[in-house]
Structures are given as structure tokens and as C-alpha cells.
């Protein structure tokens, strides 16, 4: 468990650097990534379908970047995507493309659409936690307005 | 303060290098066309409209002016300079600087090179590929295969891309050298897992990224950018399989 947690940190400020993301974010970078990997391979263990595991580390990506995003006021996509790279199913699009080679098209298909919800499922988490932001700025906003009409 | 209200060209034409510069550097679609209303509402302009694609911008401000249209040809990742755009926009809507200003401040971000350099970013990606393997439930030993595979092919996916700039040929160019390398590897003993290694030090060229905002585009209601961010994706995607797949093939 430790070294997938140091290996994911390293990768995701690795990617950081590849992006050219500012140098102060380069650690949040990695943090984010690590959080999401731990999530994954948490409940990857926990025998949690890959894409369901991979939907929530997603979510909890996007909630923790909308967090740095605020606090240190940079766009959200630096954090964002350093995250997600990790859950990346490129060993599925891989096995996929190697199956297809083979012309063994029944395994290529059933792991390519595998691969394919899987990234869905990775967008789906990042926009759910959006979502769920704007409807709670939404709110607070109200609050405020009603609290400056009281007043 | 006469610098408060410029003149609509003027306007159109910050809009138009802030939205230049974000999608070129890899800015999300919805934040280019935020980022030009709200550079327009600043200067008083509330009703402007932008359309946004991965290969152009249009954008036309209500009125008699007309549209004005910028064509995006080299696209790559570079989210400093999205930072620094943000924070150009923030400072304009808060009133700190003028259009002026703020023109010149694009400029020189346009100009200017931020990138790592290039022999950083090739050792990040060399550690990205060792660290890649152990999360894929690699082996140590396997650990300095993929390091130099994912290293050498990120070396020739750039040195590639500056000579031909066609980035589909680069891409199959270096997951060939990646397959190559890893199989050699392979056959004199120093590795073991011909998969793992390739999945590793073919994780720095996958469109992760492309496929992630693709379908996000597509959920949010962008749905030409997303298309053909997905396009994009697929092509990368099929550059890297053909690239593993010859090696594979033979093997």
C-alpha cells in the first residue's frame, strides 16, 4: 500500500511537470493524484467494480482540486488532471489493442468498452462534484442575499 | 480613468488573445468562452457571444461590429500559462488593470516560454513510467526497464514532433521505440513482464486528458469541441496501439 501511494504521488507531480503546471502546485499535484489513487485501490480491493471505484476517486479528485482551486486561487484543471491521470485505463485500452492484433475481437471489444466506461465514468465523477458545487455556491449565495435583504 | 471604456475593437481583440491563449495551453472549453464574457461585461459589453472549438474561436459582440473569427492550428498542455490568463482576467474584472495593460500583459504571456526544461520533463517522464509499473502491480525488478523505455520514447516523441510536426506519426514513432525497448529488455533477461513494462512507459503518451475533457465537453453541452476532442483522442489512441501492436505482432 505505501509504495502505491509513493509511486502515485511521484507519477501524478511527474505529470504536473509534463503539463507545465506552476511549480508552487507541483505537490498539491501530487497529493491530489495520491488521494485518488488510495480511493481506487481501496476499493479495488474492497472487490468494488473498477468503474464504480473509478467514479468515486473521481468525485473525491474533483471535490479536493475545487478545494486548492479556491484556496489558492488557480484554475481547477492543474489539480484536476494531475489527479485523474492515474486512473487512466491505459492497461485496458492496452490489453484491448493487444487482443485486437491477435484478431481475437470478442476479448479486444468487451475490454475496449470496458476502458471506454471507465473514462466515462471518470468524467462523470468530476462533473457529479461540479454539479454539486454550483448548487452549493448557489445556496450560500441565497443565504447572503436574504441575510443583506434582513439587514 | 479615460482608459475605462475603450473602444468595442479593442475589447474584441483582449477577448480574442486571452480565449487564443487558453486554448492553445489546453484550457477546458467552458473556461475560454468565461473567461471572454467576462472580459467583455467588464468593459461594459454584457451581451457577448463566443463560440468555442478545439481548432477556432468566434466571437462577436452585440451590435454592429462583426464577428471575428481566430483559427488555432498548434495545440498543446501548458497550464501555466492558463494560470497566469486567469489571473489576468481576475485582475481585470476587479478593476486593477486597464485594457492597456492587461493587452500588453497577454502579449508578453504569449511570447513567452514557461515549459520545464526539456530535460526535466524527460526524466518526469522516465519516473512517471517506473512509478506507473509498480501501481499496475509491476515488479521492482522491472522498475528500471520501463524507466528508460518510457524515458527514450517520451525522447523520441518530442525530437519527432519538432522535425515533423504531425503528431499522430510521432506518437507511433515512440510507442514503437517503447515496444522495441521493452522487448529487448525482455529477451536478454533483464525484465519479466513485456506488459507491464509497455503499459508504463506508454502511460506519458496516453490522451488520458483528451479522453476525460471529451466526454466532459460533451456533458456540458459542448458538443462539437467534445466530438472532436474525442476524434483527437481516438486518433492518439489508435497512433499508440498501431505503434504496441507491431511490436506485438512479431513478438
Given amino acids: 500500500m505505501i509504495v502505491h501511494l509513493i509511486t502515485s504521488f511521484i507519477a501524478s507531480a511527474a505529470f504536473g511537470i509534463l503539463f507545465n503546471a506552476p511549480k508552487k502546485s507541483l505537490l498539491k499535484c501530487g497529493f491530489v493524484g495520491m488521494a485518488g489513487w488510495f480511493i481506487y485501490i481501496f476499493l479495488v480491493n474492497k472487490e468494488f467494480d473498477a468503474v464504480v471505484a473509478s467514479l468515486v476517486a473521481a468525485f473525491v479528485i474533483a471535490v479536493i482540486s475545487q478545494t486548492f482551486a479556491r484556496m489558492y486561487k488557480t484554475p481547477i484543471i492543474i489539480f484536476s488532471v494531475s489527479g485523474i491521470i492515474p486512473l487512466v485505463p491505459g492497461g485496458l485500452a492496452y490489453d484491448a489493442m493487444r487482443h485486437f492484433v491477435v484478431n481475437d475481437y470478442n476479448v479486444a471489444i468487451q475490454l475496449a468498452a470496458k476502458a471506454f466506461m471507465i473514462s466515462g465514468a471518470i468524467a462523470v465523477g468530476l462533473v457529479i462534484s461540479e454539479v454539486l458545487n454550483q448548487l452549493l455556491m448557489k445556496i450560500k449565495f441565497k443565504k447572503k442575499k436574504k441575510a443583506n435583504e434582513v439587514n | ?230 476524434a483527437d483522442a481516438f486518433l492518439t489512441a489508435c497512433a499508440i496501439g498501431t505503434g504496441i501492436a507491431v511490436v506485438v505482432a512479431f513478438y
Fill in chain 2, 1 to 230: 480613468m479615460e482608459n475605462r471604456f475603450p473602444q468595442t475593437y479593442e475589447v474584441i481583440e483582449l477577448c480574442l488573445l486571452a480565449g487564443k491563449i487558453m486554448l492553445q495551453c489546453g484550457g477546458e472549453t467552458y473556461r475560454v468562452e468565461d473567461t471572454m464574457t467576462r472580459i467583455a461585461a467588464t468593459f461594459g459589453i454584457p451581451q457577448s457571444h463566443s463560440y468555442v472549438t478545439p481548432t477556432g474561436i468566434i466571437f462577436s459582440i452585440d451590435g454592429t461590429e462583426p464577428a471575428k473569427f481566430i483559427r488555432i492550428s498548434e495545440r498543446t498542455t501548458d497550464l501555466y500559462k492558463v494560470t497566469l490568463v486567469n489571473g489576468v482576467s481576475r485582475k481585470l474584472s476587479s478593476g486593477e488593470l486597464t485594457a492597456e495593460q492587461a493587452l500588453n500583459r497577454l502579449k508578453e504571456i504569449q511570447d513567452a516560454d514557461f515549459t520545464f526544461p526539456i530535460y526535466q520533463q524527460i526524466i518526469a517522464a522516465s519516473i512517471s513510467s517506473g512509478c506507473f509499473l509498480m501501481m499496475f502491480l509491476g515488479q521492482w525488478s522491472d522498475f528500471i526497464p520501463a524507466v528508460i523505455a518510457g524515458g527514450l520514447g517520451f525522447v523520441c516523441f518530442v525530437y519527432i514532433h519538432q522535425i515533423l510536426k504531425v503528431r499522430f506519426f510521432s506518437e507511433f514513432v515512440a510507442s514503437l521505440v517503447i515496444g522495441l525497448i521493452a522487448f529487448l529488455f525482455v529477451k536478454i533477461g533483464v525484465g519479466t513482464q513485456l506488459d507491464k513494462i509497455i503499459i508504463g512507459s506508454v502511460m506519458p503518451l496516453v490522451p488520458g486528458l483528451l479522453i476525460t475533457n471529451a466526454v466532459r465537453d460533451l456533458m456540458a453541452g459542448h458538443l462539437v469541441s467534445g466530438l472532436s476532442k474525442g
